[in-house]
């Protein structure tokens, strides 16, 4: 059995944290598992859908609201919810605490390398808009599909 916690690749995306606990090559495919830490008000993802993999979250610390497919739902320490595929869905701290959750995706077709390409289309705008169409490019290469986006709250997918 492998262990990656004292190696876990962590990518900040803004004042959001993603830390990758099990990536696809440990688990030979069948998962990957990351810890999302979201302070309050923060920025967060575009409403997505994934083409390829289901979701499962589970709350940490905090509170996170995820809507999907236009139902709210607060997600709380100890509780879970399960994001099929093709499900619209995006999520937001809406407290004044910073929240935390568990992402569990099956199987593990995503993995660091979508949140590093996001960030990197991100620090090329040097506090500009972001390239709207190389987030779009970044984010369907990596089996995400963008739902019509709410400019008032989103600025990443």
Excluded: W
């Amino acid at each position: 059995m492998e262990t990656t916690s004292a190696s876990a690749t962590t990518i900040n995306l803004g004042a959001i944290e993603i830390r990758f606990l099990v990536e696809a090559e440990d688990s030979h495919g069948a998962a990957t598992v990351f810890e999302c830490r979201v302070p309050s008000d923060a920025k967060v993802p575009v409403p997505h859908s994934h083409d390829a993999f289901e979701e499962t979250v589970y709350g940490l610390e905090g509170v996170t609201t995820f809507t999907i497919d236009g139902d709210t739902h607060d997600l709380g320490p100890g509780e879970a919810l399960c994001i099929r595929r093709g499900q619209v869905h995006h999520f937001a701290n809406q407290g004044t605490a910073t929240a935390s959750f568990l992402s569990v995706a099956t199987p593990g077709v995503f993995g660091p390398s979508y949140f590093q390409e996001i960030r990197d289309v991100l620090t090329a705008t040097t506090g500009g808009p972001p390239n709207v169409a190389a987030l779009i490019e970044v984010m369907r290469r990596h089996g995400l599909t963008p739902a019509q986006p709410d400019p008032a709250t989103s600025t990443a997918p």
